[in-house]
């Protein structure tokens, strides 16, 4: 079992940036990737980043050049950098950890870009 916890979010005009941290509790050994995902209103869950436990990070293309992942060498955080936001950034952000058997996430953290 894993228990995932976001923070970082918050209300950021268009242009600037924030960074969201999800800390991670439980079987962190079971994680072979960590990552964000994003809902915004109307519209299906997104890929936003992801980090596999090997170093291998996949970016969705609207945030290439603006968004970067890491973690703390996995031992059980993972960090979304985000700069130049933009009003479309806005939604909910959930962080994401898939194990062999199963996907894990938290409870969402709210971005909200203005114009």
């Known amino acids: 079992q894993l228990q995932l916890v976001e923070s970082g979010g918050g209300l950021v005009q268009a242009g600037g940036s924030l960074r969201l941290s999800c800390v991670a509790s439980g079987s962190i050994f079971s994680m072979r990737a960590m990552g964000w995902y994003r809902q915004a209103p109307g519209k299906q869950r997104e890929l936003v980043a992801t980090?596999?436990?090997?170093?291998?990070?996949n970016y969705a293309n609207s945030v290439k050049g603006r968004f970067t992942v890491s973690t703390d060498n996995f031992k059980n955080t993972v960090y979304l950098q985000m700069n130049s936001l933009k009003p479309e950034d806005t939604a909910v952000y959930y962080c994401n950890a898939e194990t062999q058997f199963t996907d894990y996430w938290g409870q969402g953290t709210q971005v909200t870009v203005s114009s």
């Open positions: 980090i596999t436990r090997g170093g291998i990070i």
